[in-house]
């Protein structure tokens, strides 16, 4: 095949495959690894129970942490977590969250802060509960300089 041709479509066919094969890979390691440090019933009962409910109270960043996909796995297993800076009602008619988060532990000083937050944004926005999810711009002071410009410039993530 020469290099100004696209590539066939039976190999972008495979690169899919594999690529599809090594997430589900990881999600189930992921998933394992969750399993090892939660308490099954503790995070059903605080994935099932409205985070409008839980404000102010010990129970709030646990039941955000459940509501988390595989970057719980990262968050747990690196010494990280979450800490709710702010909250606010979201706008609109539904009652929902505009929540301000910061990264804890070992997280803070970790390369792969960028891409956490970007899953913590992710996951937690699916929550019909949470209308918006930003991070606390403290959290840009923790990054060394290529990181700070890196993550401003490519993450998809908004500090406040």
């Keep these: 095949m020469e290099a100004s041709q696209p590539r066939c479509m039976e190999e972008d066919d495979l690169v899919a495959t594999y690529a599809a094969e090594a997430k589900a890979a990881m999600s189930a390691e992921a998933a394992k690894r969750i399993a090892e440090t939660v308490d099954p019933e503790v995070e059903k009962r605080l994935r099932e129970t409205s985070l409008l409910s839980l404000l102010h109270t010990p129970d709030m960043v646990p039941a955000l942490l459940s509501r988390l996909g595989d970057v719980r796995a990262a968050l747990d297993g690196h010494g990280g977590g979450i800490a709710v800076s702010r909250l606010d009602w979201g706008e609109g008619a539904q009652e929902t969250l505009d929540l301000v988060l ?50 401003l410039a490519h993450g998809a993530v908004e500090f406040v």
Aim: overall charge negative.
């Design 102 to 151: 910061d990264l804890t532990g070992a997280c803070l000083s970790c390369g792969a802060a960028p891409g956490t937050l970007e899953g913590v944004k992710t996951d937690l926005e699916a929550d019909a509960e949470v209308q918006r999810v930003r991070f606390d711009k403290a959290l840009l002071d923790t990054f060394d300089e290529l990181g700070r410009e890196f993550i």
